[in-house]
């Protein structure tokens, strides 16, 4: 039977660790599924109980943006859906840089990815305290997610201590301080499974249920492929779906107005009732171009603020210094939005202007003027000219 890996980076390389065996692979074949490492990965928890689902994907796209601080154009995520026993929903954001993912993707050649976070499923809805942690161990550092009723749900990552009591005080010390009885489920290696069982039980209070799980175990629960993360295949949402209901509702108003008009006696409720459905249907349409408008007013204020944003000036004089000769000394360099405007002293300005033509990344560029310095071989020149910029 196939099993389960994880990568590590080590000395700037992805290694492969079997999870039921204490050693390196160096081949993908035996294993079904990678689990990437949660040091490459920005994890965030935000509840969406009252979020319709057809529109939970949207809305996380837009948490996002106050949530991470990446680029968006280099930003990618995925994300899992859980209920608590409260009934409670929550979604947990899976980020990263998209060169990460690329070279996760390079790495695994097609074999489904995951991240400790995919294994609480199964636990989670059985979990019946105010809060619930669920702890995963590695080697080297341990990752917590909390749920609670009445703190805040929270994701991290810390160091582990050596000794399995110290590390265990490092997790007792982050639970929920505020909630009367709550689960802990730790995942772990087959090898610490019984000690940290044992240990875990007697250090904690009573109100903590404690339950330890090997994460092989866990991953062998593992059983659809919704799962995994980060799959090419993703369920596209429809667009203006609201339209959709509505040009469905006029249709059907349209069938039973051909049946009602079929008996007399029928008619005035047949009346009445369209009457009706026309005013909600113009309630809801006042509604969907109140919404349009909005969309469009934030549409123009993202592109006025994407017109403020300045010019990369390291870019732009990185892409200047291989133009510039050994002899050119800048006097002063002036960057105003898309335009330069460089002084400087050197030899033949001419041949500079050539050099200029060369690179791309500069238009427009003219030479202004040309004085000779006295006592020299050089000459004092002003050059403006336009920086393209995508």
């Not at 949530?67 to 979604?91: I, M, N, R, W």
């Not at 980020?95 to 199964?122: A, Q, W």
């Not at 779906?241 to 349209?254: G, N």
């Given at each position: 039977?196939?099993?389960?890996?994880?990568?590590?980076?080590?000395?700037?390389?992805?290694?492969?660790?079997?999870?039921?065996?204490?050693?390196?692979?160096?081949?993908?074949?035996?294993?079904?599924?990678?689990?990437?490492?949660?040091?490459?990965?920005?994890?965030?928890?935000?509840?969406?109980?009252?979020?319709?689902?057809?529109?939970?994907?949207?809305?996380?796209?837009?948490?996002?943006?106050?949530?991470?601080?990446?680029?968006?154009?280099?930003?990618?995520?995925?994300?899992?859906?859980?209920?608590?026993?409260?009934?409670?929903?929550?979604?947990?954001?899976?980020?990263?840089?998209?060169?990460?993912?690329?070279?996760?993707?390079?790495?695994?050649?097609?074999?489904?990815?995951?991240?400790?976070?995919?294994?609480?499923?199964?636990?989670?809805?059985?979990?019946?305290?105010?809060?619930?942690?669920?702890?995963?161990?590695?080697?080297?550092?341990?990752?917590?997610?909390?749920?609670?009723?009445?703190?805040?749900?929270?994701?991290?990552?810390i160091k582990r201590a050596a000794k399995p009591s110290l590390a265990i005080n490092q997790v007792i010390k982050m639970l929920p301080g505020q909630a009367n009885e709550f689960n802990w489920i730790i995942f772990c290696s087959e090898q610490e499974k019984e000690l940290l069982k044992e240990k875990a039980a007697r250090m904690v209070g009573k109100n903590i249920s404690v339950e330890v799980f090997s994460i092989q175990d866990a991953l062998n629960r593992i059983n659809r492929k919704t799962d995994f993360l980060f799959k090419e295949e993703k369920?596209?949402?429809?667009?203006?779906?609201?339209?959709?209901?509505?040009?469905?509702?006029?249709?059907?108003?349209?069938?039973?107005?051909?049946?009602?008009k079929k008996t007399i006696d029928r008619e005035q409720r047949y009346l009445m009732d369209l009457e009706s459905s026309i005013g909600s249907l113009a309630k809801h349409t006042t509604e969907v171009v109140s919404l349009q408008n909005e969309i469009e007013a934030m549409e123009e204020e993202l592109n006025s603020l994407k017109e403020k944003i300045p010019i990369d000036t390291y870019f732009v004089l990185s892409e200047l210094e291989p133009v510039l000769t050994k002899y050119t000394r800048i006097q002063s360099f002036v960057l105003e939005k898309n335009f330069f405007h460089l002084e400087a002293t050197g030899r033949n300005p001419l041949t500079l202007m050539e050099r200029f033509k060369e690179k791309e990344v500069f238009t427009n560029v003219k030479l202004l003027q040309i004085v000779p310095l006295k006592n020299s071989d050089k000459e004092l020149f002003k050059i403006s000219g336009r920086v393209d910029v995508e």
């Open positions: 039977m196939k099993s389960y890996a994880y990568l590590e980076k080590k000395g700037g390389k992805y290694t492969l660790f079997p999870f039921d065996e204490n050693r390196t692979s160096d081949s993908l074949f035996n294993f079904k599924a990678l689990m990437m490492s949660r040091m490459d990965f920005d994890v965030k928890v935000t509840e969406i109980s009252s979020v319709p689902e057809r529109e939970i994907e949207g809305f996380l796209k837009y948490r996002i943006r106050s949530l991470y601080p990446g680029q968006p154009e280099d930003t990618v995520f995925d994300y899992s859906l859980f209920t608590t026993s409260k009934k409670k929903k929550f979604a947990i954001l899976f980020i990263c840089r998209k060169e990460v993912l690329d070279e996760y993707k390079k790495i695994s050649n097609g074999k489904h990815l995951l991240l400790p976070f995919t294994l609480i499923k199964p636990f989670i809805a059985g979990c019946l305290g105010e809060a619930v942690i669920f702890s995963f161990w590695y080697g080297s550092w341990i990752d917590i997610l909390v749920f609670s009723e009445k703190e805040r749900v929270d994701s991290f990552v369920k596209k949402r429809l667009i203006n779906q609201k339209l959709r209901i509505q040009l469905l509702c006029i249709i059907v108003l349209f069938i039973f107005a051909l049946l009602f």
